[in-house]
């Protein structure tokens, strides 16, 4: 079992949903947490991070950490054409970079 | 706005060559990376630096080797090219999980 899961999908939206992607985890040491996006043939690109449980709130993009179940979610309300990209979670326990697991990522297609 | 620079997009080399990778950073960071990004594997970690002429091994460093002789640059190095090293390769750096950390746009190298 990995120690961070995230559905490969693809996942199919129409333009102005609301987008929910998820990562489970087995760790539970992990403190920090973080969602990037990657647009095909590029390298990821840093959405959100955050410290611990809570929700964190940026624009579009809203940023969950359930630790009691061990669950992260990205929400994106709005959703564009231009949201579609390859998001990936990643976790770390530290504050260190050695440390930093990441999901297999989820892909997303928005369409117009 | 903050910067991961690779040098190289794309990449093709022979079996056996000797193959640099180079990665600058504008961020004066103490902590850069090395992955590589391969299709239902994730990131996976090469190697790390905390800083000058400081290296660590990650998760899969066997077959390369870094280099950081100046605090902005770092490079990877595969000492003799082989066709299971292609992949896409990322460099990142920042400061700590706490802020996130900021990739370059990959090098896709392709050994033949």
């Known amino acids: 079992q990995k120690e961070v899961e995230q559905d490969p999908g693809p996942l199919s939206v129409p333009e102005g949903a609301i987008v929910s992607l998820n990562c489970t985890y087995s760790?539970?040491?992990?403190?920090?947490f973080m969602w990037y996006r990657q647009y095909s043939r590029k390298g990821p690109e840093l959405l959100m991070y955050?410290?611990?449980?809570g929700n964190k709130e940026d624009g579009r993009f809203t940023a969950q950490v359930d630790k009691s179940s061990k669950y992260i979610s990205l929400f994106i309300r709005d959703s564009q054409p231009s949201d579609s990209a390859t998001y990936l979670c990643?976790?770390?326990?530290?504050?260190?970079?050695?440390?930093?697991?990441f999901g297999g990522g989820t892909r997303l297609m928005v369409k117009p | 706005d903050v910067k991961v620079t690779q040098s190289s997009r794309y990449l093709v080399k022979r079996t056996g060559e000797k193959v640099f990778l180079e990665c600058v950073q504008d961020m004066d960071h103490e902590n850069m990376f090395w992955y590589r990004q391969d299709p239902g594997l994730g990131l996976r970690l090469i190697y790390f630096s905390y800083d000058v002429k400081m290296k660590e091994k990650g998760d899969i460093p066997e077959g390369y080797s870094v280099s950081r002789e100046k605090k902005e640059r770092f490079s990877l190095i595969l000492e003799s090219a082989s066709t299971n090293q292609t992949s896409m390769y990322l460099c990142a750096g920042g400061q700590g999980a706490s802020y996130g950390y900021t990739f370059g746009s990959g090098t896709r190298l392709t050994v033949v």
């Open positions: 990643a976790m770390s326990p530290n504050n260190a970079g050695n440390m930093l697991t």
């Open positions: 760790n539970s040491a992990f403190q920090y």
């Open positions: 955050t410290y611990s449980s």
